[in-house]
DNA sequence: AGTGCGGCCTGTCCGC
DNA sequence: TGCGGACAGGCCGCAC
């Protein structure tokens, strides 16, 4: 499931591929994604000239002449860079083939994913408008979540899962922080001191530091742009190890919040 | 405003 | 072997 290393990983592997060419046409075989692709949209992505790839949360962003690409790629999505002339297997639903002969290939599943064209700013396109900080710089700090986190009720993990708090935090990457940090998901975010604050923001940007340099995680389907798998998942310390000893021999628990699997460490995580 | 929950969607896995 | 159901989860929209 693509969080925001693996959307990293992602654009590092299609840029060199990607970045200069012109989209020569556009191949949509499946129109019904997170928001529908309008009719339009070949009409308006084709001969254009991509300049370069950007990341913005979990969202990567094409930048073209005069407009952008905004792509996200859900639970189960993936965007490769294949021969133009590779047949089109089932979920591929878009493909953008480029003027050096290589086709940028949407394949998502699920269809949680979406794929906008937008010739307005993208960073105040409204899906991006809302979001908060990008983890990976200085204006993500300890300091910055105490403030946030004033009054706020809901766990401290839903809390730094919430996007307008932060950008591109996901359900793995925020129990491994936690843990990392040594703070109980469970608690209450304005409950949380600004020290552990601190520790939870340095806990976020390595353990996303440290999966980038891996190549993101993959746990069933997750491919970077040239088809390759990540290997963070194996120094996963605690999502999807319940059951399973933590390092101080504890048993790794896992508890339901906001609905999603919550893994944790009850003697190291207080 | 903040919170909680249902819905979207398919593949996989488990139990019967 | 087949089938139903639970689960995975990012994001949005809705109700309170």
């Known amino acids: 499931m693509p969080e925001l290393p693996e959307v990293e990983t992602v654009k590092r592997g299609i840029a060199p591929h990607v970045v200069g060419q012109r989209i020569m046409r556009v191949v949509v075989r499946e129109r019904r994604m997170r928001r529908p692709i309008p009719r339009q949209f070949a009409a308006r992505v084709t001969g254009r000239q991509i300049a370069g790839i950007s990341r913005r949360g979990k969202y990567l962003l094409c930048d073209c002449t005069a407009g952008t690409l905004i792509i996200h790629l859900g639970m189960s999505g993936n965007l490769r860079v294949v021969p133009v002339d590779k047949p089109a297997e089932k979920h591929d639903h878009v493909d953008l083939r480029l003027s050096n002969g290589v086709a940028l290939r949407l394949c998502d599943p699920r269809r949680f994913g979406l794929i906008v064209w937008t010739e307005d700013d993208p960073l105040r396109h409204p899906l991006l408008n809302g979001l908060g900080p990008e983890p990976l710089t200085a204006a993500f700090s300890g300091a910055y ?126």
């Open 145 to 270: 979540l105490i403030l946030r986190a004033r009054g706020r009720s809901v766990s401290v993990k839903q809390f730094i899962m919430d996007a307008k708090v932060v950008a591109g935090m996901g359900n793995i990457y925020a129990n491994e922080a936690l843990f990392m940090a040594g703070v109980d998901p469970r608690r209450s975010a304005g409950k949380v001191t600004a020290a552990e604050y601190g520790l939870i923001a340095k806990a976020i940007k390595r353990v996303l530091r440290r999966a980038i340099a891996a190549g993101g995680t993959t746990l069933r389907d997750f491919v970077d742009g040239n088809g390759q798998p990540g290997y963070f998942s194996q120094r996963l310390l605690v999502y999807g190890r319940a059951g399973q000893s933590c390092h101080c021999a504890q048993m790794i628990k896992t508890v339901k919040l906001g609905q999603r699997s919550t893994y944790f460490c009850p003697h190291c995580q207080t």
